[in-house]
């Protein structure tokens, strides 16, 4: 009798592999073919995110990285300079609220009524009216007429803003305890121009990227961080000074700026000042009743055109008087 046998009944499985290839060849095919698919992949990026949380993202960082972020590539430095109003407006607004009040940018000749441009030009004005303003300052450079208004409230928003500037870069001297080199009068060393020139080009870059704006007052944050930093520590100081807290300072926002604490009314005039200069914040003072600060308004620029161009008709009129005058004497 024929035995049956248990494994025929058994299906096949089929255990045949490809031979390991060993050669150097085979690897070196292999490892191109491995790179190929590598560099074919799509890898995410930053980039890559849409354009709505882009701008969320960009919005939420220092205007300084901003700028640095603009130089990572031309897509992202087109992106940032197409929507740099909207991302300045939000980051002062979240960071900076206090110091816009406090420094607020002249206004170009271009956006000032036409017919003020006379009397904002007038030489005679330009000499006697803006003298002070303009003679003086070792520290900073005037502003051209022909670009910004020349009202008194301009005049002094371009000056701020040059001091802020020129502030912030003394500041590691002042960290340091190394003297500022000081100027004789009537002295104009290259350093020095070249120096406010600098300054007035930050500024002047202000007028027309409000990114710009964004880092001076992102400056003059750190600036005054520090003073009242460096001051506080000087168990000899003992002036009134904002209340900051390490929580304040690490916040890099100026809130705390809002607390009570003293004036700001004298202009720093000469860079001697910057020894004992901790929160310079002009056009404000402090309303006791209300228990706030009360700023400058907006509109007193208006006015001061308005006043400009009042002393143009007034000056016109007097020269025409002393016409008639010469021409009635016998």
Request: with cysteine.
């Amino acid at each position: 009798m024929r035995k049956e046998n248990p494994a025929a009944d058994e299906p096949l499985v089929d255990t045949t592999a490809p031979l390991p290839l060993r050669s150097k060849r085979t690897e070196r095919q292999q490892k191109k073919r491995h790179q190929k698919a590598a560099a074919s992949k799509q890898h995410a990026t930053f980039w890559d995110l849409p354009s709505e949380i882009v701008l969320d993202i960009v919005r939420l960082i220092q205007p300084s990285d901003i700028f640095r972020l603009s130089r990572v590539h031309s897509g992202l430095r087109d992106f940032i300079l197409n929507n740099q109003p909207r991302i300045a407006d939000f980051v002062i607004a979240q960071r900076y609220p206090v110091l816009k009040k406090c420094f607020q940018l002249p206004v170009l000749l271009e956006n000032v009524d036409k017919e003020a441009h006379s009397a904002l030009l007038d030489e005679e004005r330009q000499a006697t009216h803006l003298h002070i303003h303009k003679k003086p300052y070792q520290h900073i450079d005037p502003p051209n007429p022909h670009t910004i208004c020349t009202c008194l409230t301009c005049m002094l928003a371009w000056n701020n803003l040059c001091l802020l500037v020129d502030f912030a870069f003394w500041q590691k001297n002042l960290d340091q305890g190394e003297p500022i080199p000081m100027i004789s009068r009537g002295k104009y060393p290259k350093w020095n121009q070249n120096l406010i020139s600098r300054n007035a080009a930050v500024v002047h870059n202000a007028l027309y990227n409000p990114l710009w704006y964004a880092r001076i007052l992102e400056e003059h944050l750190k600036s005054t961080v520090g003073s009242i930093r460096r001051h506080t520590n000087n168990a000899g100081n003992k002036r009134p000074r904002f209340r900051m807290t390490i929580q304040d300072a690490a916040a890099e926002n100026d809130e705390f700026l809002n607390r009570s604490g003293p004036p700001s009314l004298a202009f720093p005039f000469h860079r001697d000042n910057y020894y004992m200069l901790e929160a310079y914040l002009p056009n404000r003072g402090w309303n006791s009743d209300a228990n706030e600060w009360r700023y400058m308004p907006a509109t007193q620029h208006d006015r001061d055109v308005e006043f400009v161009k009042a002393w143009a008709k007034r000056n016109k009129e007097s020269v025409a008087d002393k016409k008639k005058e010469v021409k009635e004497m016998p």
